[in-house]
């Protein structure tokens, strides 16, 4: 009867685990759930119980197994097969589309959501909640970027530019990128025929400047016809 109620109390408190680490990868998910990401709450949740069940099953599913001589397993084999198997997952959440990345910050999460998941399933419950937290404020104080532009001053301006090939439409370009101020202005050709030009654009401008004025200040000449602005989706 006291073996019965010691393997009840072991199976609840693994049980615990699981939960613990399902809440902490749901308040992850929340944060990627408000700004529309594709990986929200329950993707969240999935990998962070499924990571703590995996670490369970590696520390104490061949208990059995082991009471047998001359019989050794090595507990970290499965956690490392989840560091690897993780990273697919989360370059799934990665986008390039055109100049355009998306899902940076949501992968990232997916593969500490893992860890934390882990960690908890390991038994290390402060560290993987104390961890959550942190992840989770880290994510709600930058997401904005608030923060971060009173830090950052200056930030990298990329455009892509097609238009009809006419003389001097690169000087032409240049001279009203460095008009509204964007500094240290590099010009890549892409492609060029004797109908058209593309051609990338590379400059740093200053936080405060709004991107948009920039982009509507080309859209005035008629030679222009398709402007990409590359941006990193956080």
């Known amino acids: 009867m006291s073996f019965v109620s010691s393997q009840f109390a ?6 615990l685990r699981i939960i613990v680490a399902s ?3 749901a308040l992850i998910g ?3 759930a408000i700004q529309r990401k594709s990986a929200g709450v329950r993707t969240h949740i999935v990998v962070a119980f499924s990571s703590a069940l995996f670490m369970i099953i590696s520390k104490y599913g061949f208990a059995d197994l082991l009471k047998t001589p001359n019989i050794a397993l090595d507990p970290s084999r499965i956690a490392a097969q989840i560091v690897t198997g993780i990273s697919f997952i989360g370059a799934g959440a990665i986008l390039v589309k055109k100049q355009q990345i998306s899902g940076l910050t949501t992968a990232a999460g997916i593969w500490a959501t893992a860890a934390i998941g882990t960690a908890i399933g390991s038994g290390l419950y402060l ?3 104390a961890t959550t937290i942190f992840l989770f404020i880290i994510q709600m104080l930058f997401h904005d970027d608030n923060l971060i ?3 950052i001053r200056h930030i990298r301006f990329n455009i892509q530019i097609e ?5 001097n439409i690169l000087q032409t370009i240049e001279k009203e990128l460095t008009a509204n101020y964007v500094e240290n202005v590099s010009v890549k050709i892409m492609y060029v025929s004797d109908e058209r030009i593309i051609f990338f654009v590379d400059g740093i401008i200053n936080n405060n400047i709004d991107e948009n004025n920039i982009i509507m200040a080309l859209r005035k000449y008629p030679d222009i016809k398709r402007i990409s602005y590359a941006t990193i989706d956080k």
């Not at 238009?163 to 003389?167: D, F, G, L």
């Open 163 to 167: 238009a009809i090939n006419q003389p």
């Open 149 to 151: 532009d009173q830090i």
């Open 127 to 129: 560290l993987g909640i």
């Open 30 to 32: 929340y944060e990627r």
């Open 23 to 25: 809440l902490c990868g």
């Open 10 to 15: 072991m199976e609840f408190s693994w049980l």
